[in-house]
T-cell receptor
């Protein structure tokens, strides 16, 4: 079974800092990996989707990288803002089956 | 587009009662997913439909849970009878394809079973 781990579980940074969130997975035979944001009491919002053949994806201040061989992905947030405060989850889909495996998330607080 | 719509947003019921959660996917999307989120287990996929057909229901916890998708614009998740351990937030998500495309999540239904 695919295990998806996100470290740290919580992170607090001052506004303006660049930061990196980590996601690791045990089975490298993935189809794609997706990063989501979840605000309290809300659903998930997709941030970036990386196909298994890709190394990274960028959207605005966000950059996600994927290293399948080492079973790792990172989400880089540049010049953090208080509005970035949320829980960030990664999810992987394997080559076989339709199951999506989610990490438990990193709760980010950006302090003004 | 209004996004994925779920109802109700909150449901409080007593143990043993039947609960029905509803979902309207984004128009034109042909894949629909039901998830459950708890503090203990995180986000788990319950069942997944493609073109209204259930493809993978291996995540459905037990026979008390059932899901239907009678048409492309509507799905239900039913729990009968409900138990306190079913208390969770249930999310519905849809995507334009079932292989590579981004999933769009609804706001969720917070279920409390007393």
């Amino acid at each position: 079974k695919q295990e998806v781990t996100q470290i740290p579980a919580a992170l607090s940074v001052p506004e303006g800092e660049n930061l990196v969130l980590n996601c690791s997975f045990t089975d490298s035979a993935i189809y794609n990996l997706q990063w989501f944001r979840q605000d309290p009491g809300k659903g998930l919002t997709s941030l970036l989707l990386i196909q298994s053949s890709q190394r990274e994806q960028t959207s605005g201040r966000l950059n996600a990288s994927l290293d399948k061989s080492s079973g790792r992905s990172t989400l880089y947030i540049a010049a953090s803002q208080p509005g970035d405060s949320a829980t960030y989850l990664c999810a992987v889909r394997l080559n076989t089956g339709n199951q999506f495996y989610f990490g438990t998330g990193t709760s980010l607080t950006v302090i003004p | 587009d209004a996004g994925v719509i779920q109802s109700p947003r909150h449901e409080v019921t007593e143990m043993g009662q039947e609960v029905t959660l509803r979902c309207k996917p984004i128009s034109g999307h042909n894949s629909l997913f039901w998830y459950r989120q708890t503090m203990m287990r995180g986000l788990e996929l319950l069942i997944y439909f493609n073109n209204n057909v259930p493809i993978d229901d291996s995540g459905m916890p037990e026979d008390r849970f059932s899901a239907k998708m009678p048409n492309a614009s509507f799905s239900t998740l039913k729990i009968q009878p409900s138990e306190p351990r079913d208390s969770a937030v249930y999310f519905c998500a849809s995507s334009a394809g079932h292989t590579t495309d981004t999933q769009y999540f609804g706001p969720g239904t917070r279920l409390t079973v007393l």
